[in-house]
């Protein structure tokens, strides 16, 4: 609809997670080096934050590398997490043919795909999405599969990515075991005001608009009804280039965007400054 009018070689706000469009603000380059860090270390690495922060986003980053050094399976939320399941889902992950049916079969047919894929020089990974989802069987079933070696050398490292509530999970006694093993662990925080005029503006620039489309006043009024969230953020921006395209703006100001906040206001609750800084004291609280 306005991406013509605003000369735009496609839609910069997409909900869809796009790695083209991956903002590297400080913590989203710290995070997507952990990641990268995680691949070559033994145990395992955990990526935490709310709903919309970019969690898949970086995931999708890590997984359209090509690089030979890695055989990298997802399992995402589509997944029933059945214990039962869990290796028939990693060798389809894999992209695997299984004929096994028994739990014995299909870990033998699991060992032997990781074995030739050591001998033949790449690492497997192993990424699971959602992973607040997981219960503290499949979990320890997870760490005894993590434990598959060929000699001194681990064959397989496991990622886990989810909500805040994950990181409560590996909290629990009955999973210290599992906790001991974690080498990489990154929580993804919502983006402060700056980072949010930044991020707005590389989304427009990646899609080959003019960055400077949104005025600082919008900008902060979008960071402030937003809280930070990357999602939020999206769909308040491109709700706002609709506005503007239907009054024939070429600048998205802080009154458009005031409009399209009041006529959103019992479908999007904004999340004022001290609210959200509430949720940042509650995650340091679960650090300590």
């Given at each position: 609809?306005?991406?013509?009018?605003?000369?735009?070689?496609?839609?910069?706000?997409?909900?869809?997670?796009?790695?083209?469009?991956?903002?590297?603000?400080?913590?989203?380059?710290q995070a997507l080096s952990m990641l990268e860090y995680g691949l070559t270390k033994d145990g395992f690495t955990v990526i935490t934050g709310d709903i919309g922060t970019g969690k898949t986003t970086l995931i999708r980053k890590i997984l359209e590398r090509d690089d030979s050094r890695f055989t990298v399976g997802l399992l995402n939320n589509t997944v029933v997490y059945e214990k039962r399941e869990l290796l028939r889902w990693i060798l389809f992950s894999f992209g695997v043919s299984h004929q096994e049916d028994g739990q014995v079969g299909l870990y033998d047919q699991l060992t032997r795909f990781l074995i030739k894929e050591y001998k033949e020089g790449r690492q497997c990974v192993m990424i699971i999405d959602e992973a607040q989802k997981l219960d503290i069987d499949f979990l320890e079933q997870i760490r005894m599969i993590s434990n598959i070696n060929y000699g001194k050398h681990l064959l397989i490292q496991f990622i886990l990515v989810g909500q805040p509530e994950l990181r409560i999970i590996l909290r629990r006694p009955e999973l210290h075991q599992f906790a001991q093993r974690i080498s990489v662990d990154y929580h993804l925080k919502r983006l402060s005001e700056l980072d949010t005029h930044s991020y707005i503006m590389h989304r427009l620039s990646v899609a080959g608009g003019d960055p400077f489309l949104f005025d600082d006043a919008a900008k902060s009024l979008i960071w402030k009804h937003s809280g930070g969230m990357p999602r939020l953020i999206n769909v308040l921006c491109d709700t706002s280039l609709v506005y503007g395209y239907a009054v024939e703006v070429k600048k998205i100001t802080s009154e458009i965007v005031g409009q399209v906040i009041s006529d959103k206001e019992h479908g999007l609750s904004p999340i004022r400054e001290e609210e959200f800084a509430k949720l940042d004291a509650g995650y340091e609280a679960l650090k300590k």
């Open positions: 609809m306005y991406q013509e009018f605003y000369g735009l070689k496609e839609l910069p706000f997409n909900l869809l997670p796009d790695p083209d469009f991956l903002f590297l603000g400080s913590q989203y380059r």
